[in-house]
């Protein structure tokens, strides 16, 4: 029998409210669990979505013989691209689920595509001791890459840049250094109809690679920005079940090295 999701509210102290959160375990046992967050966009708006999102992965994982739990936050809205109250959402919700699951907290992983393949870069980048792997699909990280960031109404004015470079994973490659990441992006994506441009992945798996990160980067070739091929998709899942954090590294970058240090 296929795994059953639902949909779960947690209490959030930041506004004294209740904020929804889609999971879905493979199992009922009592043994920790690897825990998948799925942050990709549109859950709020979505939620029976949100439900069956995290019943196709514990699914991938049951048919394969793996257990999981998997939880998909909503970053209170696709506005918040997972940042600032929406980080703070992912946290609360994976405080929620090991209150309420038994997980292993060494084996935290998080995927998303596109909006939320930008999320798994800021989330995975800016908390790196608390994720085990980081799996973006056609996901931006760099605000050097877009033409016109903010938008062509809202154009990016000279003192935002601070906060483009703080919100960029780009600019902070040394946090990776003991979080592989498996990222994948469509050789024809770009910048237009909601796309991103592949240079994102091609030179975040360039800077990991000069530095000797452990990663995996897959570009469909002859695709736009839906690349999360089911076959891909199941093979990323079934890797993120086996990774596994290092809770004590014996190297860490120097403090204040990452953000403005030139990132590429």
């Known amino acids: 029998m296929l795994p059953k999701g639902q949909l779960q509210y947690f209490h959030s102290p930041v506004d004294d409210a209740l904020h929804p959160c889609a999971v879905c375990a493979t199992d009922a046992l009592d ?47 696709p506005g918040s691209v997972y940042q600032n109250y929406g980080e703070v959402d992912v946290l609360e919700a994976i405080e929620h689920v090991a209150a309420n699951y038994p997980i292993d907290r060494n084996r935290i992983t998080i995927t998303g595509a596109s909006m939320g393949g930008a999320a798994v870069w800021y989330m995975v980048s800016h908390y790196p001791d608390l994720f085990a792997a980081a799996a973006p699909f056609c996901g931006y990280c760099d605000y050097r890459l877009w033409e016109k960031p903010g938008g062509t109404t809202f154009r990016m004015h000279e003192w935002e840049e601070y906060s483009w470079q703080a919100r960029s994973a780009a600019l902070l490659v040394e946090n ?67 990774q596994r954090r290092t809770p004590t590294p014996e190297h860490v970058a120097p403090p204040g090295r990452c953000v403005g240090s030139g990132g590429f």
């Open 31 to 77: 043994e920790p669990k690897p825990l998948i967050l799925e942050v990709s966009p549109g859950a709020l708006n979505d939620l029976p979505g949100a439900v069956a999102q995290t019943e196709e992965i514990a699914g991938i994982a049951s048919r394969h013989g793996r257990t999981c739990v998997v939880a998909r936050p909503t970053g209170r809205g």
């Open 176 to 242: 990776l250094e003991h979080t592989p990441v498996w990222m994948v992006h469509g050789e024809w994506d770009r910048a237009v109809g909601g796309g991103v441009p592949v240079e994102h992945s091609r030179q975040m798996a360039a800077a990991m690679a000069a530095r000797g990160y452990r990663h995996t980067y897959t570009e469909v070739p002859r695709t736009g920005h839906s690349c999360r091929e089911p076959r891909l998709w199941e093979e990323v899942i079934l890797w993120l079940l086996e």
